[in-house]
């Protein structure tokens, strides 16, 4: 059996961060559990202690700092360690640019790119005084190529493949044994299609996810497999596509 690891997800409350808590709940890790919907939340962590794992949860908003300052604090005072910090929380609201959808740009590089470093900003410290720790950032295939109507969604995760290369190099050279792991999933069966706001290109996504996407927990099995990985080795870029994804 792999070691128990303390595991904090932000967007955990339903999708990939849901799917990769059951699963790494399962394998008998503690899980941390952060996101804004309470309701989800609390299903999620009794669904997981009924089954015999462990879990806890803290209402988080990964736009605000001292929000995520408290998933780490919850951690902490639980747990006493973070060994694992999934930066998951995102969303995807695409639209042609002339659409002018400013609010939609900002809540993606508030949630996406923002939210991301405020868990570095959270873990990193922590990570540092262990000398050991993992980060699993999000990315998407979106950071690796843009379409017509992901232009912002695109910048954000591509900061985000950035942001990690950046902070893999940065601790490689500190010597400080954390792993960075940025994963760029492609078209996944959960909620993401539903905050589209533009209506064409909701039903344009929702349609291509019910023909290609594949469930969640195919993504948690990929982010198990880096976490299992001996801490001498990391996998620093995964992406997963459902194999008929063109
Ligand atoms: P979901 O919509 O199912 O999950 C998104 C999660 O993010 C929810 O738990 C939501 O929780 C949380 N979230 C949104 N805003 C905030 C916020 N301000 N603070 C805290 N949590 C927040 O979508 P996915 O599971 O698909 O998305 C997870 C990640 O995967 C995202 O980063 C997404 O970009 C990425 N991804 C998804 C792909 C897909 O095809 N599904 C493909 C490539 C990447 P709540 O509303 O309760 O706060």
Do not use: C
Not at 50 to 77: R, W
Not at 136 to 144: G, L, R
């Amino acid at each position: 059996m792999v070691d128990s690891k303390v595991i904090v997800i932000t967007g955990a409350s339903s999708g990939i961060g849901e799917a990769t808590a059951l699963r790494l709940a399962k394998a008998n890790h503690k899980l941390v559990l952060g996101a804004r919907r309470e309701e989800r939340l609390q299903e999620l962590v009794d669904k997981i202690v009924n089954a015999g794992g462990e879990a806890v949860y803290e209402i988080t908003d990964v736009t605000d700092i001292h929000s995520v300052e408290q998933l780490a604090e919850k951690a902490m005072n639980q747990y006493g360690r973070i060994d694992v910090w999934m930066n998951n929380a995102g969303l995807m609201p695409h639209s042609p640019l002339i659409q002018d959808r400013v609010e939609d740009w900002n809540r993606m590089i508030d949630v996406n790119l923002r939210g991301v470093l405020h868990g570095i900003h959270a873990a990193l410290p922590i990570m540092r005084e262990q000398k050991s720790g993992q980060f699993i950032n999000t990315a998407s295939v979106a950071a690796h190529a843009v379409h017509a109507g992901g232009g912002v969604y695109s910048a954000t995760k591509a900061g985000v493949t950035m942001i990690s290369e950046a902070l893999r190099q940065e601790e490689a050279a500190a010597g400080s044994n954390i792993r960075v792991t940025a994963i760029s999933p492609a078209a996944t069966a959960t909620e993401i299609a539903d905050h589209i706001t533009d209506e064409a290109t909701r039903e344009r996504v929702a349609k291509a996810h019910a023909k290609l996407a594949v469930p969640a927990d195919r993504i948690a099995e990929a982010i198990e497999s880096a976490i299992n990985m001996p801490a001498d080795t990391a996998i620093n870029e995964i992406i997963v596509r459902p194999t008929a994804q063109a």
